[in-house]
Structures are given as structure tokens and as C-alpha cells.
């Protein structure tokens, strides 16, 4: 396997060679790469979420060496590889991929953001093959063991990668307390310190939530998109100590109105201590088409954020999100492996 990985990264790299990303000033940034990934630089643990592989569909072991090949070490881990991995029942059917790598182009200046591309809807035979196919995988997720996941850490680990949160599709109200629970002692035997999941806007289900993280000394890390404001996690935050903020950045800054990257810096500097987790993308203000760019392209202040964050020595892990175009003749892996690069030259400079 090792000769496999070692072979892997020979063609990677080579592959970003011929994209010209990896020139003089890149060349020595990839030898981090050379053994076991290790994306954490100067105290800062830089991740990714796999959902940024979602253009290319895999399972558990072909998501191990996309990021390897990344040269990337830790991970905020989507549900589905590991559940299927550990047995979960098979869909019904498929609906293909959320929308990923190619979003549509942004709007000129000054007017609104398009919607992102939307799955089929679906019919209502599919609906109630679905609600069948939900209870099936909640009474497996009320039984299974964690025996399987203590398997995929061990894997993870022998790849040289980790776990610090894990995001089934487990926390939403329609799942019970099972499922809840199931979730957060499947990450726990991941290894990782928090689940993940988008902000829920009934107050009642962040305190279910939140007392179920503080029963299993698991944080709750809640993602915004472009509803943040400052005060957005207020509430959840006053229900548990487990409760936290799993922070995209990007999103902030281009929600636009009050948000700036002023606000965007303080934010940060004052809630540290209750971000569990930070998604890090690109994107332009509203001013400028709330766009997803290439790292250094947009007006997220990527360089000052991680110079902050090593600087104060924050705690919280920041998340690769690949959400830009992917370019032609590229994918997945190798954007992944250029914003570590990216982020890598930062935090050592």
C-alpha cells in the first residue's frame, strides 16, 4: 500500500506540475507531503470536509487516498463513507451528487446571487420509499456497533489521517435521540471532538441537541451559510457549554450588510473560544457578485485570519471547503492540495 501511495503522489504532483502550480516557489511547499500527510503548520491543524470531493464519487477507501493525495492529515468526515463502511442500509435509489465543482457563474456586480443548482425533486413513490428507507436506518443506527468505526480510525490512522468531526445526516428533529446518540458515540469512536450540522432554526432543537452533546461530552458545531450575523449563535450558545459554532467565514463576509471583514476578524478574536471548527473558502462580497474564487482571488482575508489564528494560538481546526469552480483538467484532489499549499506558505512565512 505504501508503494501505492508513494506512486500516487509521484502522479499528483506531477499532475499539479503541468497545471503550474507546482513551480519554483511551490516546488519545496510539497515535501511535507513526502512520507504521511501532515497539513498542520506552525500550531494551526489545517483539514478538509469531505464533502469537497463530492465530484468524484468514492467510497471509504478511494476517500483515504484522495486525501493522502491532497496531503492532507485531518478531516471533518461526511456521514455517508463511513455508515456505508459500517454497514448502513442501501438507498432505494440515488439522486446523484449535491451539486459540486462546476457552479453555475456569478451574477454581475450588484445583483443578486443565483440559486445553486437544486437535485431533482422527487415523486411521491420516492418519497415513501424513502420514509420506509429512513426507518430502516434508524433502528440500524439504534443497534449498530462501534466496533466499525474504531476499524475506519484505525485505517484513517494508518494512513496518517484523523478525525476531528463527524457529519451524518443523525441531527435533524425527525431523528430520535438514538439517532442523535448513535451519532456522537460514532464519533467519539472516530476520534473526533464534534458532529457538525447547518444551525437549526427552532430554538428547542438546539437544546435537545446540546443536551445530548454535554451527555456525551461531544460539541455541536452549528454552520452557518449567508443568515450569519454576529449574533446568530447567541442562543444556542447560552443553552450548553456542547453547543458551538462550526464557522464559515466565506459565507459570512459575503451575506454582505453589516458583515465586513472587519467584523469578520473581531468575530473571530471574540468567539474563539466556542468555535469548534472553521470552514475556510474564498468568496467575494455582495459588491462582488458573492462569488466562490480560487484561494486569493476573493476578498476573504485568508492570509490575515491565519496569521491571527497562529499568532493567538487558537485551538480550533480550520476546514479546506472546495466550493470554487474546479478548473479544466483539473479536480477535487489537486484544488484540495493547492489550498493546503496556499495555506501552508501563509502559516510558515
Known sequence: ???????????????????????????????????????????????????????????????????????????????DPAEEYAGKPKPPFRMGPPPGGRPPAAPAAGTPAASPPQRPQMTDEQRAQMAEYNKKVAEWRSTVSMDKFVEIRKKLKDAGLSVYAFKPNAFGPNNSDAEVEYGMKAAKALGATSVTLELPTDP?????????????????????????????????????????????????????????KETLMAFIENKHTRISTMHLKDRTTPANGQKNLEWGKGDTPIKEMLTMIRDRKYKFPVTIELEYNVPEGSDAVKEVAKCVVFAKNILES
Open 1 to 79: 500500500m505504501n508503494q501505492t501511495l508513494s506512486r500516487r503522489r509521484f502522479l499528483a504532483l506531477s499532475s499539479l506540475a503541468s497545471l503550474g502550480v507546482v513551480t519554483s516557489g511551490y516546488a519545496n511547499s510539497f515535501r511535507f507531503w513526502a512520507d504521511k500527510p501532515n497539513s498542520k503548520f506552525k500550531g494551526v491543524q489545517i483539514g478538509v470536509i469531505t464533502y469537497s470531493y463530492r465530484s468524484m464519487p468514492h467510497d471509504l477507501d478511494q476517500l483515504i487516498k484522495f486525501c493522502v493525495e491532497s496531503g492532507v492529515s485531518a478531516l471533518e468526515l461526511m456521514g
Open 204 to 260: 428547542a432543537q438546539t437544546q435537545r441537541l446540546g443536551d445530548l452533546g454535554a451527555k456525551h461530552k461531544v460539541y455541536v458545531g452549528y454552520h452557518n451559510h449567508l443568515q450569519a450575523t454576529d449574533t446568530l449563535w447567541d442562543n444556542a450558545l447560552n443553552q450548553s457549554p456542547y453547543n458551538s459554532i462550526n464557522f464559515d467565514c466565506g459565507h459570512y463576509l459575503a451575506a454582505g450588510g453589516k458583515n465586513t
